[in-house]
């Protein structure tokens, strides 16, 4: 009887607490809670603010910054509302601010990856590489303003719905539409004209 | 896991599903194709990976959570009722109120300490008794005592020469 009792209550190991009963947790004084959190959240962090600010180092200490923030202001979390939107509210928030203030030194990196890219003749034939992609978005993504490319971003490649990046930036949904249209109409100028080996897809296509 | 060949046959411009998109993000091969059929897959095929920050995830969650116990510890360490910039004027004008009443009741209690006043009448008192000494009586043999005559009250007016007096008398 005692033996099955003991089989009904859960181990620590076998119960995986959700995002509000980790944050739960936390308040009550569990640092292990925190950890937790942290490594379950921290490819989704990590990958939006990569993807964002575009380098991996910078991206790191950004990520950081976003724990010690959550860290700090936990408290106010209201459990009604989805834990993933504030997490991307704060990261949003700190990655734009961060894009903001290093604007000017992201050209440098760009006019490197420019000549890199222009000596590819642009009749030949183009076999797309991922990491090519990665290369290409870099460069062209840094005419969009930080909103705009986190908007960008978190639609194309975090496969957010328009309806998930407005709670998130705290604005309207035809805001974050028409960013996501002007986005994409600047990274396609962008394309053709400093990647024309790319371009001609588009252009074939259509 | 979808194939190569349907992912193919059914890729529609504008109409990647999650399902579509898992495979082009971890497909190179389709890739290209993907690219022919939708431009706009261009981008959306860096999306979906998991990414790892530089030295992996547990020297990261090692990072952040010693960043969060050096913050507590500061935090310890820093005043816990930290006065706020109304509280700090509220302080200074109890201060200032208790100074100034204090002030005026020590002025009251004690109203003979103006010693600018005790001065201004002391010393026209003293000045008297040193210059204008008053005689009742005087007897020498060489001095000269002139009585001038009145008009009969009894006030008497006497000149004294005599070398010996003091010249201020």
């Not at chain 1, 379950?40 to 790191?60: F, H, M, P, Q, W």
């Not at chain 1, 840094?142 to 998130?168: C, G, H, Y």
């Not at chain 2, 090692?62 to 109304?86: C, I, K, N």
Request: aromatic share 8%; glycine share 4%.
């Amino acid at each position: 009887m005692a033996a099955e009792v003991l089989r009904m209550i859960p181990t620590k190991e076998s119960v995986e607490l959700d995002d509000r009963q980790l944050v739960e947790q936390i308040r009550q004084g569990d640092d292990g809670a925190f950890e937790t959190l942290v490594r379950r959240k921290t490819s989704k962090v990590y990958g939006l603010c990569y993807r964002v600010i575009g380098n991996s180092e910078d991206a790191k200490d950004i990520s950081q910054l976003v724990f010690l923030k959550l860290w700090e202001n936990l408290e106010k979390y209201d459990a009604t509302y989805a834990f993933d939107t504030w997490l991307y509210r704060m990261v949003t928030n700190v990655a734009i601010d961060f894009m903001r203030s290093k604007q000017s030194r992201d050209n440098a990196v760009n006019s490197n990856l420019r000549l890199v890219k222009t000596s590819v003749d642009p009749e030949q034939t183009v076999t797309v590489a991922r990491k090519e992609v990665e290369s290409v978005f870099n460069a062209v993504s840094n005419v969009l303003s930080p909103k705009q490319k986190t908007i960008f971003v978190m639609s194309e490649m975090e496969d957010l719905r328009s309806s998930e990046i407005a709670k998130v930036l705290g604005c309207r949904e035809s805001t974050v539409r028409n960013h996501l249209f002007n986005a994409r109409k600047l990274m396609q100028t962008q394309l053709k004209k400093r990647f024309p080996e790319y371009a001609r897809l588009w252009e074939e296509s259509r | 896991m979808m194939t190569c060949h349907y992912f193919r046959t059914n890729l529609q411009p504008g109409n990647a599903d999650a399902a579509m998109l898992e495979h082009l993000r971890r497909c190179d091969a389709c890739l290209d194709f993907a690219m022919s059929v939708d431009p706009d897959l261009f981008f959306r095929s860096l999306g979906g990976e998991e990414l790892v920050p530089p030295g992996g995830i547990d020297a990261f969650v090692g990072d952040v959570m010693s960043q969060v116990r050096v913050h507590d510890a500061e935090a310890s360490l820093a005043p816990r009722h930290a006065v706020s910039a109304w509280q700090r004027w509220a302080i200074a004008a109890t201060v200032a109120a208790g100074v100034t009443g204090a002030t005026l009741a020590y002025r009251y209690e004690h109203p003979a300490s103006q010693p600018v006043h005790i001065i201004a009448t002391a010393r026209p008192r003293a000045t008297a008794t040193a210059t204008k000494s008053f005689v009742e009586t005087y007897s020498s043999h060489d001095a000269t005592i002139v009585e001038m005559p009145s008009d009969g009250s009894d006030t008497k007016v006497v000149m004294i020469f005599d070398d010996k007096l003091p010249a201020d008398l």
